[in-house]
């Protein structure tokens, strides 16, 4: 059965800390992994990871993928308030184009 | 551009009731999901539209649920004889369906539903 794994599940930090949230998978006929942060409702988009060791960075947030160990990061730097949110890691199943989610960091970010 | 829209946003409903959600994915965008989200929990495929092939419903949890995509746009998730384990959040997704760019789902905001 297809897993998603994500570590910790809730996390509480200071404003300015640097954070680096978990994800481990077991997708067969794996093509991608997905982060994407849930504020409220709708997930957003973050980063799509397909090859190994290459990191994808956007301001603060950066990711990488390690194909052999089936594990991604995510690390934001400088963390703001702005950023407590669930941040959901999804890997994509080749041929079924589905997504299968792990279930969520929780990040709290204090002032 | 407008994004992915979900009516209603909430919907409260009796045990045994049919309840109808509905999506409106992004313009031009051929593939559409369906999730559902239960409290505290990650995202649960339900099913998957893409262009005119059959849809793919390996996570319709029963033949309770079923949904429909008319003209290749809109979708409704039916879900008949609901019951109290069917209360979460149901969210839409819509992608370009194309080579590359399946996993860039864009997400509506979803329906609350609850079952009482």
């Known amino acids: 059965e297809d897993k998603v794994v994500q570590s910790p599940l809730s996390l509480v930090v200071h404003e300015g800390d640097t954070v680096t949230l978990n994800c481990s998978y077991e997708v067969t006929n794996f093509r991608s992994l997905l982060w994407y942060k849930q504020e409220k409702k709708a997930p957003t988009f973050l980063f799509m990871l397909?090859?190994?060791?290459i990191e994808k960075k956007s301001g603060r947030l950066s990711s990488i993928l390690d194909k052999k160990e089936l594990f991604s990061i995510l690390n934001i730097t400088a963390t703001q308030t702005g950023d407590s949110a669930v941040y959901l890691c999804a890997g994509l199943i080749q041929g079924a184009q589905k997504l299968v989610f792990g279930q969520g960091t929780r990040l709290t970010i204090n002032p | 551009g407008a994004g992915v829209s979900q009516s209603p946003s909430n919907k409260v409903t009796e045990k045994g009731k049919d309840v109808e959600l509905r999506c409106d994915p992004i313009s031009g965008h051929t593939a559409l999901y369906w999730y559902r989200q239960s409290l505290g929990q990650g995202l649960e495929f339900l099913i998957y539209f893409q262009g005119n092939s059959a849809p793919d419903k390996s996570g319709l949890p029963s033949d309770r649920f079923s949904a429909e995509r008319t003209g290749g746009s809109v979708s409704t998730l039916t879900i008949q004889r609901t019951q109290q384990e069917d209360s979460a959040v149901y969210l839409c997704a819509s992608s370009l369906g194309t080579s590359g760019r399946w996993g860039e789902q864009f997400f509506g905001p979803g329906t609350r539903l609850t079952v009482l």
């Open positions: 397909t090859s190994s060791g």
